[in-house]
């Protein structure tokens, strides 16, 4: 049997055309000898045709196949049925039977839902893969635990992107470099308590905000990594990139508790194995995207900077030397295993 692991291995490139319905769909379940037919949506954020995209167009592909027809599912991508926020609420009441969601963005439905945005966790893939992609660890564990206890279950965890910071005024190459610039960040509290701490006019502003801001100057730069920096365009705008890598972000793929309950236990393992399968590939595929994406970063004329060895260790330990200042927002035990695990 595949481990999560091992399953992180060759992603194939083309995804199943999906076709997306014009209009809202309710879900419609009858009972059959096997378990409940469903006819769900699906839900989430990231742009058409992206790595995430494309993994979710495989996921209702291999569901609607490996289910015999009985669950099939519609996808509303890029934002065309709401944001993250707007997702959680509608999968919380069951109104919504899938999501690729980014938890990360759930601060306000419970702060526990970013621990994973603690500053410099991980700084490169080896660390990643034994931190954020252990069932068994603190961070998974407190998604799965905190994501259930609004009735959301998750079924396993994909790859966002290791974020970095742009600007428009300078090159980010030391800690000072990040004085006093004005920078668009989440209202996560450790990515906004990192920057604050390092000198930055920190400002939260919705996503679909983002681009005009940087284009009118109302701030200098932000935190998102290459495959958001490309896919929106942001770097149309922004002079300056560095690979900070001063958080790691992933996301989830989840289904809502009514929706879960409703299910036998075959079709929940198959999802379970689906979703797995499916995220495992879209990690690898992922990785390869990113470096795709900031080569077009860099011919469009932004100068990137990589950090050396010795710059990352100056940031990555101001970052965790931060830790203790969240511990009333993520629990002083969690951190304490966290820190535990990366010995």
Known sequence: MLTRRSMIGGFAAAATAMTLAPTRVRAAASTTADGPKLHGRLGHVFAINSPIDKASQEFAALVKERSGGQISID??????????????????????????????????????????????????FDEVDKIYYNENGILQRTLRDTLEKHRIKALSFFELEFRAVTNSRHAVKQLDDLKDLKLRVPGSAGIKGFFEAAGVQAVTMPMPELFTALQQGTVDGQDNGPSITYNSRLFETQKF?????????????????????????????????TADEVTAKEIKYNREMNEVFLQKIMAANVAVTRLSAEQMKDFRDFGRSLWSGFEKSYGEQRIAALRNELG
């Open 75 to 124: 996808l509303f991508p890029n934002n065309q049925i709401g944001g993250d926020e707007a997702l959680s609420r509608e999968l919380s009441r069951g109104s919504l039977e899938f999501a690729f969601l980014n938890p990360g963005s759930l601060a306000g439905l419970d702060p526990l839902l970013d621990i994973h945005y603690l500053p410099y966790i991980a700084t490169d």
């Open 241 to 273: 990139m560095t690979l900070t890598n001063h958080v790691y972000a992933m996301g989830g793929v989840v289904v809502s508790q009514r929706t879960w309950n409703r299910l036998s236990s075959a079709q929940r393992e198959m999802l379970k194995q």
